[in-house]
């Protein structure tokens, strides 16, 4: 019997505080790394590992259930370049990878919490935009999308004061389309529905 996995964890909860989580352990080559925080069932990586084979893929995911069906998958079908790790991003991603190491981080339809009282839990905070910063490499990319205008006008109030990333399409401005070639489960149930997806685009600075 499969296990019922959870659409929304609250990362404040006593069992979610980790700590002692390791480095991301990778092959040694050059290729590029891209993560996608709160991968999920990491569809949209999975497409991005099709679509540019010559890089290495991981999710972060703070729900264990996932992370485990996330690995099968990939040991099921063979796609060596593509793992999950579990772990709370919001505490453990300086942990998880050395400064300078992520060419590209993706943030996909993170939970909106829309109550006020919830909205701490919400995940673009200024300490974890600072966090992806400092493992960007100079000149890496942060790419994030949602379908909820009021999380994505925070997310990029938090995005725009960090110092270290620069809006590629000018301050305060949102990108007009996904340019990767993968689509994740829910962006492309919210284009079906001809609804719009609010993206933004950041670089880090030298």
Known sequence: ???????????????????????????????????????????FLFQRAVTVP?????????????????????RSEGVENLAAVYANAGLDLEALF????????HLNFPDPWFKRRQRKRRLVTPELAAALARALRPGGELFFQSDVWDLALDAMGVLEEEPR????????SFARANPFGAVSRRERVTLAKGEPVWRMRYLRGA
């Open 98 to 105: 050395a400064p300078s190491s992520v060419d590209r981080f």
């Open 165 to 172: 990333l620069t809006n590629r399409e000018g301050a305060w």
């Open 1 to 43: 019997m499969s296990r019922r996995v959870r659409h929304h964890v609250n990362p404040f909860k006593l069992e979610h505080q980790r700590a002692g989580v390791g480095r991301v352990l990778l092959p040694s080559d050059p290729k590029p790394l891209e993560v996608e925080i709160g991968c999920a069932d990491a569809e």
């Open 54 to 74: 010559n890089g290495h893929y991981v999710g972060v995911e703070i729900r264990e259930e996932w992370v485990d069906k996330v690995n099968a998958r990939a």
